[in-house]
């Protein structure tokens, strides 16, 4: 006696459902992924994180203590790289606004001894201010500002935090030739000095650390163009106890030697109250 087709099938109520190669549950009646099919899938996700990180988000370390004590050493931080970007048609429905006074914003340092050097600082001045220092006071277009995040020059013992001239009074002293200027800065300084203020011209920003003994800024650098700027921090992510030199060791055997250190001390040397703590 033959089977009937009826026989031979196995009904989707009866039949045992299996696992493909995603692990994903398959049931009777149910097309099946090819490998190939699994692959594109996982592909489609690694470029969607990719783009989301390059053109959205980006992360971001904290090797020095230019801007404590808003970010810390080995804080790591998520970067919005869309806001303060250039207004685009194709994406009407993304927010964009210009850069304001107050910002903390991620950038290529301009006028760099070395290539592709990124900084994190705080916007001082847009273009048309006038800044000037007394005593590491900031006067904006003649008012005195307020700024209860910034470490002005103080006498602790530690020479670096002691006055400076150049750095405190800037930019009615003019600086030496032992003044950590870059050339072109050194150059340009001048011709941007109107009266007691430095004047930002268009196109571009003023920006210095919240530490302003330890930050070598715009003082020492210039203005920095928009075009420079990469984006804003929004969040720090995780927050590792990190030595003040590590950004000095370069040497592999270093590097490696502090990824161990992080490995066996992820626990104790986690800023745990950091993390997600927000930047202002």
């Not at 903390?104 to 050097?117: G, Q, R, T, Y």
């Not at 990124?118 to 048309?128: A, Q």
């Not at 502090?258 to 490995?263: A, D, N, Y």
């Amino acid at each position: 006696m033959t089977n009937s087709a009826e026989d031979i099938v196995a009904k989707p109520e009866t039949a045992e459902p299996y696992r493909d190669v995603t692990g994903r549950v398959i049931r009777a009646g149910e097309p099946q992924e090819t490998p190939l099919e699994a692959l594109a899938s996982i592909c489609t996700v690694i470029v969607m994180a990719l783009f989301a990180f390059a053109f959205i988000g980006q992360n971001f370390e904290i090797p020095s203590a230019s801007m404590q004590d808003t970010l810390l050493i080995g804080d790591h931080l998520l970067v919005d790289r869309v806001t303060l970007s250039p207004k685009t048609s194709w994406a009407p429905f993304v927010h964009y606004r210009p850069v304001q006074r107050g910002d903390i914003i991620v950038f290529l340092k301009p006028n760099p001894e070395a290539p592709d050097l990124i900084l994190v600082k705080r916007v001082i001045g847009v273009p048309g201010d006038k800044i000037h220092l007394r005593h590491g006071v900031v006067y904006l277009n003649g008012v005195a500002q307020d700024e209860p995040y910034q470490l002005p020059p103080r006498n602790d013992g530690n020479p670096q935090h002691a006055y400076d001239p150049y750095r405190d009074d800037f930019p009615a002293i003019t600086p030496s030739e032992g003044q950590q200027l870059t050339e072109v800065w050194r150059q340009e300084l001048p011709t941007a000095i109107k009266g007691e203020d430095l004047v930002v011209p268009e196109g571009k920003v003023f920006a210095m650390g919240d530490n302003r003994t330890e930050s070598l800024d715009g003082r020492y650098w210039g203005f920095v163009p928009q075009e420079n700027i990469m984006g804003r921090p929004m969040f720090v992510y995780w927050s590792f106890k990190t030595p003040a030199d590590q950004e000095d060791k370069t040497a592999m055997g270093d590097r490696i030697s502090f990824m161990f250190h992080v490995l066996i001390h992820i626990f104790d040397g986690t800023r745990w109250s950091r993390t997600l703590h927000v930047i202002r």
